[in-house]
């Protein structure tokens, strides 16, 4: 079996280890290919899947990535190198794939949940701090 190579896309690696998705899933590997771009060592892969429209934020190693509206039947991947901060405002309507591995359920119809993912998975199930917007009505 000889692997195919195909080249590298003409934009820079820069670009999708900052955490941009767009395009990351846009054309279809070859068949048994897995990779996203290459980001360094320690590399973290988060799925976020959506069954229910959702408002979600993403930040990576620190930095914010996304923060919007997701419609149901949305599939997003982010890439971190140490970890993620994950809020959702409705936490049934996620699926949380981190490395490969789904996640167990976050929580109920429109409950607010804030995460930290390593690669040992979930951290801090709950608001760090002296936050407490999910106590907001």
């Not at 190693?61 to 982010?78: I, M, R, S, Y």
């Not at 049934?92 to 490969?100: A, E, H, S």
Request: net charge negative; charged share 20%; hydrophobic share 40%.
């Amino acid at each position: 079996f000889t692997p195919a190579v195909s080249p590298a896309p003409a934009s820079s690696p820069a670009v999708a280890a900052a955490g941009e998705t767009a395009g990351v899933n846009a054309a279809a590997p070859p068949a048994g290919a897995t990779t996203l771009p290459a980001l360094g060592e320690g590399d973290l892969t988060l799925q976020v899947a959506t069954t229910e429209r959702v408002w979600l934020a993403v930040s990576a190693d620190g930095k914010t990535l996304v923060q919007k509206t997701l419609d149901p039947n949305v599939v997003e991947t982010f890439r971190a190198n140490h970890d993620f901060d994950f809020i959702t405002g409705n936490a049934q309507g996620v699926i949380l794939t981190l490395n490969g591995e789904t996640l167990k359920p976050l929580g109920r119809y429109g409950e607010v949940k804030k995460i930290h993912l390593t690669k040992a998975g979930i951290q801090n199930p709950v608001s760090r701090g002296t936050d407490h917007s999910e106590d907001a009505p």
